[in-house]
């Protein structure tokens, strides 16, 4: 969605397609975009929630592990073009949300989650499954993912 920047592939974003691909070419052109759609649903990166001021670029892949997606790529490698989220993943973390709810109480759609910066990761935008919400508390030493249980923003 949106208009495209074509651009040299930077370095960092080479690393990361080149541990989900066996070649990249380092000289390649790429285009960068800010959202897409996955599965009738508009995903945003970092870049574009900025200028919504909201968090709606954190997601589930398929494999069950949460990502934080701070651009959009599309590349043709070998022969095919095909859409990659950048970004970093989340870590699942063990944090009790509250500590004076009863035992049986379970609160299994807010996952309590650290931000990992060390590198980037590339996610093949296919292998996303569903967005998520993100909230970050500044008193609390843990991150909140929560799975959407309705999603508002959905194409037809």
């Known amino acids: 969605m949106g208009r ?7 370095r ?5 397609l080149h541990a989900v691909c066996d070649f990249v070419d380092k000289d390649i052109v790429v285009r960068y975009m800010e959202r897409i759609v996955v599965r ?5 990166s970092a870049t574009y929630c900025r200028k919504l001021k909201r968090n709606s670029f954190t997601v589930q892949t398929t494999a069950g592990m949460y990502f934080e997606i701070l651009t959009f790529l599309v590349a043709n490698l070998h022969g095919q073009e095909q859409c990659y989220a950048i970004g970093h993943y989340l870590t699942v ?3 009790r949300l509250c500590s004076r709810a009863k035992p049986k ?9 650290s931000r990992s910066r060390d590198v980037l990761a590339a996610v093949a935008a296919v ?6 919400v993100f909230i970050s508390l500044p008193y609390l030493p843990v991150d909140f993912v929560c799975i959407q249980v ?5 194409c037809t």
């Open 150 to 154: 309705h999603s508002l923003e959905r």
């Open 127 to 132: 292998d996303i499954k569903q967005k998520c």
């Open 93 to 95: 973390v063990n944090y």
């Open 105 to 113: 109480l379970k609160f299994g759609h807010i996952i309590p989650v």
């Open 4 to 10: 495209p920047a074509y651009r040299q592939l930077q």
């Open 40 to 44: 009738c649903e508009i995903i945003h």
């Open 12 to 16: 960092s974003h080479y690393k990361a």
